[in-house]
């Protein structure tokens, strides 16, 4: 059971590149989420997707764009990296109705 | 802007102590209220969730309390162990929609 896969696990970049986080889920699940973890602040909201074609804002989107083509799929894009983007990203899914989120393992982001 | 308040941010308990964490919140829709474990270099998983029509639910060692007045809810871990050393993360959210997480919790179990 692969559940929810991220690729990459681990990325350096310099100022200014661009990059996709690729996130992948099995679970037939409709919603999905982009978060950001940095030391002291917890799991913060990028962007998440209710289903397949829709995606809204979280708390910290800007610098951000991500793309919901097939429900399986999540993609969170930077389209200019900045030093300030340097954290852990986490993809999570979720079943319609339920609470539990299932997180992937994550993608270790460096921006120098 | 934090709307769930976790404390401490870290936490050293003696093997078969009890670990203690809280977390406030502030947005009164709120009805569902997890507890994410994370390991070092994995993703967070549920360990335990409450809904507001009861003020405390148990598995096993793990237990929340719950105020639903006082906007305030707390994880103890009974009899820890090292094993139970991670990062635990408590969240809030109206039940199947965005949750907002905490700051987090560095537990660490001596033995």
């Known amino acids: 059971n692969a559940g929810v896969t991220q690729t990459p696990k681990f990325q350096v970049l310099k100022t200014g590149q661009s990059m996709t986080l690729q996130c992948a889920q099995d679970?037939?699940?409709?919603?999905m989420y982009w978060y950001r973890q940095d030391p002291g602040m917890g799991l913060r909201l990028i962007y998440y997707s209710a289903s397949e074609g829709t995606t809204d804002k979280g708390e910290v989107p800007d610098g951000y764009n991500v793309s919901r083509l097939k429900k399986q799929n999540f993609l969170l894009g930077l389209e200019s990296a900045a030093p300030s983007q340097t954290s852990v990203y986490f993809c999570?899914?979720?079943?319609?109705?339920?609470?539990?989120?299932?997180f992937g393992e994550g993608s270790r982001l460096t921006v120098l | 802007q934090q709307q769930v308040k976790q404390s401490p941010q870290s936490l050293i308990v003696q093997k078969g102590g009890i670990s203690i964490i809280n977390c406030a919140y502030e947005n009164t829709a709120f009805d569902y209220f997890p507890w994410y474990q994370q390991f070092p270099g994995k993703g967070p998983a549920l360990l335990i969730a409450i809904r507001p029509d009861v003020s405390e639910k148990k598995e096993g060692r793990f237990t929340i309390s719950f105020n639903k007045s006082a906007k305030q809810f707390s994880l103890h871990i009974m009899d820890s162990q090292p094993g139970d050393s991670a990062t635990y993360f408590c969240a809030a959210g109206e039940y199947g929609n965005k949750l907002v997480f905490g700051a987090g919790t560095i537990l660490r179990v001596k033995s």
């Open positions: 999570a899914s979720r079943s319609v109705g339920a609470g539990e989120l299932f």
């Open positions: 679970m037939n699940h409709n919603s």
